[in-house]
């Protein structure tokens, strides 16, 4: 018999993208407050559809570039200016988790630096960087003093994994770095992790682990005084990308 494509229910895809950076020692999500129907005037992670012309990652650096102004780059290749870490995270197709037909969502994990104020794109009307705890929880008051409402759609589950795979990935890999500028110091690395574990860590045994990996970090011959006190080592990523021993989270 041959294929016939009405025999199948219609859908659509989508990216979503858990977009992470830290902003005052706090890890923070994008967020952006829908304008249009379904859930208009709820808070959700950005992202769109995906166009007919475009594979997956073409759609979702796509969407990163709109709502962000941030390209994707290749993690394994040097830093870059305006630039950001763009990874798959994982696929959700619940048949409910869309009112308006049957949507799956490829969701996409994005890290980069202290970013700017965002702007709303698309079908949004308001963005902003919240706590990723704020984001993910269910109830009370946020840091502005409106009620926290559950993300839509299956977002605060998307952003969930989205924080995990941050979280673990971490331990053993120079995924930390994605957050720091092309050159920065080991105390600002550590504030990183601390930011992204929510702990804090002794600099000390944090400085041995991450520079006794060799080519983890490579120093840039460079100092700089921006945190106060004495001038500081400046470092850039370097061509290890795993962290051996891998660093493990601390229990909270």
Same mark, same amino acid.
């Given at each position: 018999?041959p294929?016939?494509?009405?025999?199948f229910?219609?859908?659509?895809?989508?990216?979503?993208?858990v977009v992470?950076?830290?902003?005052?020692?706090v890890?923070?999500?994008?967020a952006?407050?829908?304008?249009?129907?379904?859930?208009?005037g709820?808070?959700?992670?950005?992202?769109?559809?995906?166009?007919?012309? *475009?594979?997956? $990652?073409? %759609?979702? +650096?796509?969407?990163?570039? !709109?709502? =962000?102004?941030?390209?994707?780059?290749?993690?394994?290749?040097p830093?870059?200016?305006?630039?950001?870490?763009?990874?798959?995270l994982?696929?959700?197709?619940?048949p409910?988790?869309?009112?308006?037909?049957?949507?799956?969502s490829?969701?996409?994990l994005?890290?980069?630096p202290?970013?700017?104020?965002?702007?709303?794109?698309?079908?949004?009307n308001?963005?902003?960087?919240?706590p990723?705890?704020e984001?993910?929880?269910?109830?009370?008051?946020?840091?502005?003093g409106?009620?926290?409402?559950?993300?839509?759609f299956?977002?605060?589950?998307i952003?969930?994994?989205?924080?995990?795979?941050?979280?673990?990935?971490? *331990?053993y890999? $120079?995924? %930390?770095? +994605?957050?720091c500028?092309p !050159?920065? =110091?080991v105390?600002e690395?550590?504030?990183?992790?601390?930011?992204?574990?929510?702990v804090?860590?002794?600099?000390?045994?944090?400085?041995?682990?991450?520079?006794?990996?060799?080519?983890?970090?490579?120093?840039?011959?460079?100092?700089?005084?921006?945190?106060?006190?004495?001038?500081?080592?400046?470092?850039?990523?370097?061509?290890?990308?795993?962290l051996?021993p891998?660093?493990?989270?601390p229990?909270v």
């Amino acid at each position: 018999m041959p294929y016939d494509p009405s025999a199948f229910p219609p859908f659509a895809v989508t990216v979503d993208l858990v977009v992470l950076t830290v902003r005052r020692h706090v890890l923070c999500a994008l967020a952006v407050r829908r304008g249009e129907q379904p859930f208009q005037g709820r808070w959700a992670l950005p992202g769109g559809f995906v166009r007919s012309d *475009e594979d997956l $990652s073409q %759609a979702a +650096a796509r969407e990163l570039a !709109e709502e =962000t102004g941030l390209r994707a780059h290749d993690p394994s290749g040097p830093a870059q200016d305006n630039g950001a870490h763009l990874e798959q995270l994982a696929t959700y197709g619940d048949p409910k988790r869309d009112p308006r037909m049957r949507v799956v969502s490829v969701a996409h994990l994005a890290l980069a630096p202290d970013l700017p104020a965002p702007r709303a794109g698309g079908d949004a009307n308001s963005a902003r960087w919240a706590p990723v705890e704020e984001l993910l929880r269910q109830s009370g008051h946020g840091r502005e003093g409106e009620p926290v409402v559950p993300l839509a759609f299956d977002h605060a589950q998307i952003l969930a994994d989205g924080v995990e795979r941050a979280r673990s990935k971490i *331990e053993y890999s $120079s995924l %930390a770095t +994605a957050f720091c500028p092309p !050159e920065f =110091t080991v105390g600002e690395l550590r504030r990183v992790y601390e930011a992204v574990w929510g702990v804090v860590l002794d600099p000390r045994n944090f400085h041995r682990k991450v520079t006794g990996t060799p080519g983890f970090l490579v120093p840039t011959g460079g100092t700089t005084t921006r945190q106060g006190g004495r001038p500081a080592q400046l470092f850039r990523a370097g061509g290890a990308t795993l962290l051996n021993p891998p660093m493990l989270r601390p229990e909270v």
